[in-house]
């Protein structure tokens, strides 16, 4: 089975987060990265940010919902930096966003220099509402 890398802080689990979810459970099992607490601390409105438990307690209700079972379909791994454990697990793909597309191309060169295979980068665009694009520090502010 194809394995895929999610990453994300999953701050106030909303469209945005759910589709790109979504998404990653096209392409086989979901290595779901989430960062840790002490990954956040610079994040803006870091104060507001929902902490480690329960921002994967709302990622496992909502997949949960749509009938993904941790350990069948999916994993949650905590995070401690933007390598977090890409360069020690095996996978094919990795999902992103812009935002987050040069982190997957130095995690690449970073496999290369270590002989592992990279992974094949996948890259979907924000989901939009009324306002803009949907984010999570938007909602925080």
Known sequence: MKKII??????RLHEGHKFFLKTAFNYGYVLIGLTSDEMIRNKEHADRIW???????????????LGYEEGKNYEIIKI????????????????VTDET????VDINRERKKRGLKELKIIKIGFVEDEKGR??????RS
């Open 6 to 11: 999610a990453s994300g802080t999953f701050d």
């Open 51 to 65: 902490g480690f438990e329960k921002r994967k307690d709302a990622i496992m209700d909502f997949l949960n919902s």
């Open 134 to 139: 949907i984010s999570s520090t938007r909602l």
């Open 101 to 104: 597309y040069k982190n997957a």
């Open 80 to 95: 401690e930096d933007k390598y977090g454990f890409s360069l020690k697990k095996d996978a094919d793909y990795i999902l």
